[in-house]
């Protein structure tokens, strides 16, 4: 009887934490079942052609606090244009489906869309994310130069390093540019990141640039897609 007892209170001891570890925020009907949902993207993409083979663009199902992907399905068009993609949900507890770029080991490079799990109750969501434009390039813009770079590159009076990193301009001040300082070479030379300035400046490894840059960028992936961007020919 005794032991009995006993191992009761330890079922229910797991019981009461595995619910209270999965479900803090709400409800913990609304965020664990998430298997058996379906969910259908529709969106306009340009540019998907411009990511390499080191990524993959898709819709992903994400658990709260992790970069990686339980479940994930390719985006099969290469052209661009209108795009319609279903996803099974076989898994439980998701937090985030994503129209995202995931590099091989299906971790979260960047995200174009989002809806959350906990916003639906129904079976099937709709995920629809418009026109967007996906390409590598836009997307370092997006991720990385227009939130962490221009309010020292180009949104003030004169930009640092005499370099603009403003959407519209970057590009071109970019890539096939020169250095300021001639030692210093090309700011970006398209297939060769470690012969590149940007590489050296975001990374903390450029000689003669005295400001550091090399905890601006916090997401390891996010270096790693600066430099196959530049060593997959830095396309526009
Ligand atoms: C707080 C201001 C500030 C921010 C934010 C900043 N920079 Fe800079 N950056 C500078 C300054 C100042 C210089 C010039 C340093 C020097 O020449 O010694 C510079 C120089 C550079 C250069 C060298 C340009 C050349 O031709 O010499 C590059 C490349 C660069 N930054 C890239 C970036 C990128 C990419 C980001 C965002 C991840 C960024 N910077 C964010 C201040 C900033």
Redo the contacts with the bound molecule.
Sequence with gaps: MKKNSLIFAALFAAIGFTACDEGDIIDDDDTVRTAGKTVVLTADLTGIATWGSQYSIVLAGFAESSNYAVTQKRIAALTDGHVETTLDITADSLSTIELCATNRLRERVATFAVISMEASHGDTLRLDAGALDIGQFATLQQL??TG??????GLGATP????T?VEGKSYEQ?VG?????PE?GM?VLPGSASES??H???NGT?P????D?SN??KEQATLTL?DNWINGGAQP
């Design positions: 990385v130069f962490t770079c221009a309010r020292c590159h640092a390093g005499e370099l990193l970019l540019h020169p250095a300021r300082q210093n700011r300035l940007l050296h400046v975001v450029a003669n640039i005295r400001f840059h601006m960028i600066i």
